[in-house]
Structures are given as structure tokens and as C-alpha cells.
């Protein structure tokens, strides 16, 4: 006979323990486990003593009949699942609640069910009525999308089972379905993942894509079902900041596809926009004449994205100055200012530092390191830099600026929006081709492009002009930068 199954299940991360604990030692959250019984997670089918069958083994070298993929006639969404949806794929799409998931899943199914494919879209959430007031804002109730508001999986699964099999079924939201093998309440990490593994097993029979939405929980993982994210092909995210209309959307894992390439998009009153040229939408509101502010050339995947940074370098009042950064990963922050403190001579311990990216985007590049070093040192000594500059470059913890990937593809956009100079490493100096038609500011170290930075600042103060609005408390920052 089976061992009682009764166990304690992390709701945040699925870890199961024998007895209930108040926290979960694999995911160090508090009160997160709850009583689940998971004898049922097995599915009867499964469970049962059958004997196995064989089955056929079949080559590498093999065609399948269809196409393969399924474009969604999105090209932002595309480019971030690798070029449409795989057949037989499952795709999990992750986000605040409020980004847009729905809105985007409704714009892009509808787009397909008008070029004639067979698309479903299940809510779990909404009403009927409800998906099709968004529809009908959007525009797009005429589209012949398949609509139905159901949570039992074993129902969904037999009523897809019927007819020509679609090409894409859209399950929103995967937290919402239960199925009835499992015991535990909807929503828990066993009925999840149950529900999941039913509606992965039908694609893969049947070879319909399907897209699951997934809940964030406060600190961005996809909540509760973070087992999920194994078990799907894809796990892409929908990001961006409440208050602003960017979206972008982010492939966090792709069986099929690159994981470095962003959707962009822009929520308006009619819907997502897609936005082709995500650099002009990010340098749109640039704050043109304010210290502080450095334009980065970046790449997200195989597009070149130019972004402003901006730095905020104040004096502290508290024991253990602030280091505060939105966008950019924190320890890469911290990583400059030690170059900047130990090779350049310039002293922040005694500054709060803010370091933001504007738009909403998050960089995840070591490129971007010389930027951030211009942006703030660009704030210690309140001095602008010039409007008309790109910046990228590594920068090696002996303050070496080093080169990065793509320099001819950065110079190219940057030129592309009007830019006349670019800040790079020396050493990519020799790839940059001669046609980007930039003037091109190598730097070796840190040091030299410092130095240059404080001289504006000085050449500022002594001009006249600004002088009254330099602040006296960083006259010493700026001595040491000037003496080294
Ligand atoms: P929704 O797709 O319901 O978010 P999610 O499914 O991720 O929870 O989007 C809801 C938000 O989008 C809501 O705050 C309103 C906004 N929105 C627009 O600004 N324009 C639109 O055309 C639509 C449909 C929504
Ligand atoms: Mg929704």
C-alpha cells in the first residue's frame, strides 16, 4: 500500500517536508507551506501497473510534415519567441498583475485567428463579457478567436480534443485551473503543476502551442509554480514600470529560441504598440543639459539600443552612505565605484550614489560600465557632458577600460540618432569601421576619460558662468581627480 501522502508544500518555491515549519529552508520565505496531498500528483493513467508498450525510435534526420513555427504577425513578439510559436511547445508568460499579459495574448491570438488559424483563448479569470469589452476596446471583436471562460483542466482538455486541433490555445491564468486528480485547492503548488503537466502532455500529443500566464510575486518570480518554469519550453517575462508606458517583454528561457532578445512595446489607449526603434522611444525625453546624464550604446540581443543613464551623487547624512540603482545590477554598481575609489582617485564614501535607467529598461551588459562611470562622475563634479556623445566600454577591476562585442552596430545607431562622438575602449577603436561616420574618443583607463570629465568640470568653474552653482563640497573630489 502507499505511504500517506499527506505533506507540507512550499507555496513559493514547491519544497516539501513532512511536517509543517514556519520557514521553508529551500526558499527561506516565511509561512509559505500549507497541508497538500500529493498522493494524487501522479496521474491515474500513470499510476496504474500496466505493462509497457514499445514504441518506435526515430532519427535525428527526420522532417516534420508542417511548418514549424507560427508566426504571430507581431514582429516585437517574434523576435523574442525566435520567430514565432513552436508546434507542440508550451510557452509560460510571466508579469505584474496589470502589465498587460492579457492585453498582449488578446492582440496577438486575434492577429492569428484573422489570418485563418484555429485559436483559443481560455480565461480563467475573466468573464466572457469581460475579454470581450478588451476586444472590443482593442478593436479586434471581429477576429473569430475561440473564446471560453473555464478552470477544469480535464474539461478544457476534452473539449480541445474535439475538431481540427488548434494552433494556439492561450490559458489564462495557470494559478486559476485545477484538475480533478490532485486533492489540493486551486492554486497550490500541487494543483499547478498537476494542471500544468496535463496541459504540456496535450500539446505535445497533440502538437498545439500553448501559451500559460503566469502570476509575478513581489520579488519578480512567477508565483508558486516556479516548478513550472521546468517544466515549459519557454519562460518569457512582461516587464516594466507602472507609471510608464514601455513594456518590454523578455524570454527568461527558450528551448527553441535566443534568450537575449527584447520585445518592446508602448500600452496605449488602443492597446500595445510595437515599437520598431526602442532607442528613440528611450532618448525621447532626454534631459539635454543636466550633469549626471550619460547616453549608453548597448545591445540587447542582435539590436544595438541606445539608453540615457542618469547619476545622482550626493552628500550623505547617514553612517553608511545609500547606493540606490533601478535597471543596472547592483553589484556591478558597486564594483565601479570601488575602480573609481581605488584607481581614479575619486572618494565616494562619503556620497550617496543613485544610478537610474531611463525608460524602464534593465541592461544586464558589462558594456555599460563606462557609461555609469561617466554619468556619475559626471554628477560628483556638476559637470554636463556632451549631448552629442555615446559611451560604452568593460571596465576590469584594475580600471582598464576593455572592449566589447558589436562596437560597428552601436557606432551605427548612434550615428543613426544624430550622434557626433562615441566614447569607446581603445582597443575596439581598430573594429569600428570607418563609415560610422563618428568621431571616436578612445579611452585606455579609466583614469584618462575621469581626468577629462573633472577638466569640463574646472574649465566650467573658471569660465565664470556656472561657477556661484558649483557646490564647495566637492571642490575635493575634483582637486584629487585634476592631481592625479
Ligand atoms: P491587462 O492586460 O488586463 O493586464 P494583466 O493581464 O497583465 O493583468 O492590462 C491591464 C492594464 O492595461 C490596465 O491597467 C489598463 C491598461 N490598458 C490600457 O492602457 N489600454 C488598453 O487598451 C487596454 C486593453 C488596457
Ligand atoms: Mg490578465
Redesign the pocket.
Known sequence: MAKSTLSFVCQNCGAAYNRWQGKCESCGEWNTLAEEDTSGSVPVSIRSKRKGRTFALESLAGKSPDAPRLSSGMTELDRVTGGGFVRGSVLLVG????????????QATSLLARAGHRVVYISG??AVAQVRL?AE??GLSDAPVQLAAETSVEDIVSTLSEGAVPRLIVI??IQTMWTDTVESAPGTVTQVRASAQALIRFAKKTGAAIIL?G?VTKDGQIAGPRVVEHMVDAVMS?EGEGSQ?FRILRAVKNRFGPTDEIGVFE??????REVSNPSELFLSERDLGTPGTAVFAGIEGTRPVLVELQALVAPTSLGTPRRAVVGWDPSRLSMVLAVLEAHCGVKLSGHDVYLNVAGGLRINEPAADLAAAAALVSSLVNAQLPTDAVYFGEISLSGVVRPVAQTPARLKEAAKLGFQRAVLPESARGDAGGDAGLSLNAVNSLTTLVAEIAARGSRRGESGAPAEKMPHRQDSAVERVRWR
Open positions: 508579469g505584474d498583475p496589470g502589465i498587460g499579459k492579457s492585453t498582449l495574448l488578446t479569470e475573466e478588451r476596446r482593442l489564462d491564468s500566464v502570476h512582461f508606458q500600452m496605449t489607449g488602443l492597446g500595445l
